[in-house]
């Protein structure tokens, strides 16, 4: 019952929030224009990211209260990961593209900040002989950054369909959520109903058809605020078994987006030169429509987290 006030509180914020952020951005045109490769209706408010970050973070201050510290640095990384999403939405609203590397070296940085704060992926342990494995300090660092960065990333770009990116983070979040109660890690639990309200508030106006876009500064930020769950979370535990729970919670736009990679660097593209080869825009050419292409998605990634929650289940 602890939980289920967080999560009433922060959707009813979201919730009540959106609608005014959604005048605003109509009235100060920071908006999505169509485009060849993106089919919406009209122009849609790219605010979202915003209800998101002012939902989250006023329920992780006041009903998370155990290590304030890292809380700060939590906040201040995340903050710089949705104002760089911002500056790209506002590219994005008058038609032109923010180049990629301020936001490559944003990105690092701030998984840089989070590892500082001293969440880090630390080692596992042996499964043959029980044994714990402490990586190297240096092994610690590049893992949990190319973990931070990399979820944060395949989010975002699995944010081009009404409904897809929020549900497929929902998904996700009430498995961390579950994987938490079950690990008795309360921190991580709070964490994960947060996230859990936000993304029900947003979805609200983000199914299809669409009232509103989450834009970069909230598909990056749910991002990486789902990869510090899992380093915080399922990854704390020494089994090899806890490896795999956070991956096949993410299933769905980890391995999507390591085949858009893969194809795109087969054919000799820009790996960050966006396209259409993300398995939405694949089920949408093949005839699914919008609603069935994101229930068929979001069925995959239910899938994948029931499997983790019933292998964890049988191991604990």
Same mark, same amino acid.
């Given at each position: 019952?602890?939980?289920?006030?967080?999560?009433?509180?922060?959707?009813? #914020?979201?919730?009540?929030?959106?609608?005014?952020?959604?005048?605003?951005?109509? +009235?100060?045109?920071?908006?999505? +224009?169509?485009?060849?490769?993106?089919?919406?209706?009209?122009?849609?408010?790219?605010?979202?990211?915003? %209800?998101?970050?002012?939902? =989250?973070?006023?329920?992780?201050?006041?009903?998370?209260?155990?290590? /304030?510290?890292?809380?700060?640095? #939590?906040?201040? &990384?995340?903050?710089?990961?949705?104002?760089?999403?911002?500056?790209?939405?506002?590219?994005?609203? +008058?038609?032109?593209?923010?180049?990629?590397?301020? @936001?490559?070296? *944003?990105? *690092?940085?701030?998984?840089?900040?989070? =590892?500082?704060?001293?969440?880090?992926?630390?080692? =596992?342990? $042996?499964?043959?002989?029980?044994?714990?494995?402490?990586?190297? !300090?240096?092994?610690?660092?590049?893992?949990?950054?190319?973990?931070?960065? %990399?979820?944060?990333?395949? #989010? $975002?770009?699995?944010? !081009?369909?009404?409904?897809?990116?929020?549900?497929?983070?929902?998904?996700?979040? *009430?498995?961390?959520?579950?994987?938490?109660? #079950?690990?008795?890690?309360?921190?991580?639990?709070?964490?994960?109903? *947060?996230?859990?309200?936000?993304?029900?508030?947003?979805?609200?106006?983000? @199914?299809?058809?669409?009232?509103?876009?989450?834009?970069?500064?909230? &598909?990056?930020?749910?991002?990486?605020?789902?990869?510090?769950?899992?380093?915080?979370?399922?990854? +704390?535990?020494?089994?090899?078994?806890?490896?795999?729970?956070?991956?096949?919670?993410? &299933?769905?736009?980890?391995?999507?987006?390591?085949?858009?990679?893969?194809? @795109?660097?087969?054919?000799?593209?820009?790996?960050?030169?966006?396209? /259409?080869?993300?398995?939405?825009? /694949?089920?949408?050419?093949?005839?699914?429509?919008? $609603?069935?292409?994101?229930?068929?998605?979001?069925?995959?990634?239910?899938?994948?987290?029931?499997?983790?929650?019933?292998?964890?289940?049988?191991?604990?």
């Amino acid at each position: 019952m602890q939980y289920i006030k967080p999560l009433v509180a922060t959707f009813l #914020i979201v919730y009540f929030v959106m609608p005014m952020l959604m005048k605003l951005a109509n +009235k100060l045109e920071f908006t999505d +224009k169509p485009t060849e490769r993106k089919k919406h209706r009209g122009e849609i408010p790219l605010c979202g990211g915003f %209800g998101i970050y002012i939902g =989250f973070f006023i329920m992780y201050f006041i009903f998370m209260k155990e290590n /304030r510290s890292e809380q700060i640095w #939590i906040f201040i &990384a995340a903050t710089l990961i949705f104002l760089i999403g911002i500056v790209d939405d506002f590219y994005k609203a +008058k038609g032109k593209e923010f180049p990629i590397y301020p @936001r490559l070296i *944003i990105q *690092i940085l701030a998984a840089i900040l989070v =590892f500082k704060s001293g969440i880090v992926f630390e080692g =596992f342990a $042996n499964p043959f002989t029980g044994q714990y494995v402490l990586l190297s !300090g240096g092994v610690q660092f590049v893992l949990t950054i190319i973990w931070i960065f %990399g979820v944060t990333t395949v #989010i $975002n770009w699995s944010d !081009g369909m009404d409904g897809l990116a929020g549900g497929i983070s929902l998904v996700s979040s *009430i498995t961390f959520f579950i994987v938490a109660i #079950i690990l008795g890690q309360g921190e991580s639990a709070m964490f994960s109903i *947060i996230l859990s309200g936000t993304m029900i508030g947003f979805l609200m106006y983000n @199914r299809h058809p669409a009232k509103i876009f989450m834009g970069d500064s909230g &598909a990056n930020l749910i991002g990486f605020l789902l990869s510090i769950i899992a380093i915080d979370g399922a990854f +704390k535990q020494t089994t090899v078994l806890s490896l795999f729970i956070p991956i096949l919670a993410l &299933a769905v736009p980890i391995f999507d987006n390591l085949f858009v990679i893969v194809k @795109r660097f087969w054919e000799g593209k820009p790996v960050y030169e966006a396209d /259409r080869s993300q398995i939405h825009y /694949r089920l949408e050419e093949k005839g699914f429509s919008i $609603n069935q292409t994101v229930s068929f998605i979001i069925g995959i990634s239910v899938i994948f987290s029931t499997i983790s929650i019933i292998l964890l289940l049988i191991k604990h």
